[in-house]
């Protein structure tokens, strides 16, 4: 593995808010990102590898050397933060190899591995502008191509694009996922970002209270989170607390559902999860399907290739996302579309 957080624990001197039980590998040409709330400890875990801080506890390896005992710029590791800090009274090709300037290689083959570097990121023949001439998309290629340039061991991303606009934080998430898988660099990206996480991640590791509470791929976590923390973190979704009443049913504020109750006996409580795209709009004269709803449409957004609907129905709200046109005053949840996870006060209540 190329980056290991080997049970990693930091807390803040004088508080008692840090990051604990830190267990995470990610291998070479990896993207893994990092969610979860704000204050969960995202940034802690980047600047613990950047080597900002020491763990009080375990170790940090990176190819399998622990980087302890050095100093952040020893590491090799390329970081990029939100801000993308280039010199301002530097020439990109400067700001560039400035890491390179720091290690003594001589100016004509510094200039040449810039333009290597500009090409790599899609800025071939810049190297002479300076950084007040190109645009935010463009300053933040060019950090890129700085914390490339000596050949890390590890790319550290922190909220890279939080500070573009929306059309090219898409377009820089590609690029991103492009020139670091073509370097096959292990990369750890930190985004408040749950779609940008979606879309660019192999892995995504999902923290909460300084603990990582679920890692998986995109889609293991979209389909099978393990808790209700995880499920709202990553895509949309409706959760409503439940009681399982008996098998195969569960007690709700909208009442109750017909849905797989395996590994909950009666009484448990349980988190009821059903994503907004597994909803059918149900016509007005059908006959009654299983987990049939009608209400009054409280919101309703157009969203090109998907119509966003919350339904309000009686005891709370039903959010589900359709091609359907026209209206939909009444819905039905497949069973097979429910799934439960432990209830809040479910401890030991799982069977
Ligand atoms: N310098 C500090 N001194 C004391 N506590 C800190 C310090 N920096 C962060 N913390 C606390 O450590 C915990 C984790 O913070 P961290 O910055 O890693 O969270 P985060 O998930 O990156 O949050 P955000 O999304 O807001 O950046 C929080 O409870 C935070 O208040």
Known sequence: MSLTYDNVSFIYPGSTAGVFDIA???????????????GSGKSTILKLLAGFMQPDAGRILVEGQDVGPLAPEDRRLGVVFQNYALFPHMRLWENITYPLKVRGIRRAERRARAQEMLARVGMEGRGDDWPTAISGGQQQRVALARALIFEPRGLLLDEPLSALDAGLRTSMRDEIRRVQRAAGIATLLVTHDQEEALSIADRIVVMHDGRIIQTGTPQE???????????AFVGQSNLW?????????????????????EGYAPGAAVTVLVRPERILPAEPEQPPRVNDFRGTVVADRYLGPVRRIDLSVDGGLIRLETHARGAVGRVSIPAEAVRLLPGADAAGTRS
């Open 24 to 38: 995470l590998d990610i291998a070479r040409g990896e993207l893994v990102a990092v969610i979860g709330a704000s």
């Open 221 to 231: 976590l979209y389909e099978t989170p393990v808790n209700a923390q995880v499920a």
């Open 241 to 261: 607390p439940g009681t399982v009443e008996q098998t195969g049913r569960v007690r709700t504020p909208i009442g109750t559902l017909a849905c797989p109750t």
